[in-house]
């Protein structure tokens, strides 16, 4: 059975491996050390909420796989949407956001 510092730490490790991520990479892009990082994949360690949610942004974590549920609504057509946006490059995020800016700008009925 896995302490929440084990679970933590592996689900940490875990992504980071899938994100074809170093310990010292990931320890770069959010602040830390490596030596922090490795001691918080084995499990001595439990991030501060602060690097908690630095790793899972890097790491893209949906925080549900934490068994967190976060979502602020029920809409599943907003879920979908959401699920794609996240799904988007850099680029292709700015694309949309011009298209759908244009288009909500000449439809007055859709402005709150």
Do not use: W
Not at 50 to 55: D, G, M, V
Not at 81 to 103: A, H, K, M, P, Q
Request: charged share 30%; hydrophobic share 40%.
């Amino acid at each position: 059975m896995f302490t929440d510092k084990e679970f933590i730490a592996n689900k940490i490790k875990t992504f980071r491996k899938y994100a074809g991520l170093t310990q010292a990479e990931l320890a770069e892009q959010i602040g830390i050390s490596d030596k922090h990082v490795c001691r918080i994949e084995n499990g001595a360690y439990m991030p501060s909420l602060e690097t908690f949610l630095k790793i899972a942004q890097v790491l893209n974590i949906n925080l549900d796989e934490f068994g967190l549920d976060v979502k602020a609504t029920k809409n599943v057509k907003r879920e979908k949407f959401i699920e794609f946006l996240y799904s988007l490059s850099d680029s292709e995020i700015e694309f949309y956001y011009n298209v759908v800016s244009e288009i909500h700008k000449g439809l007055p009925s859709l402005k709150r």
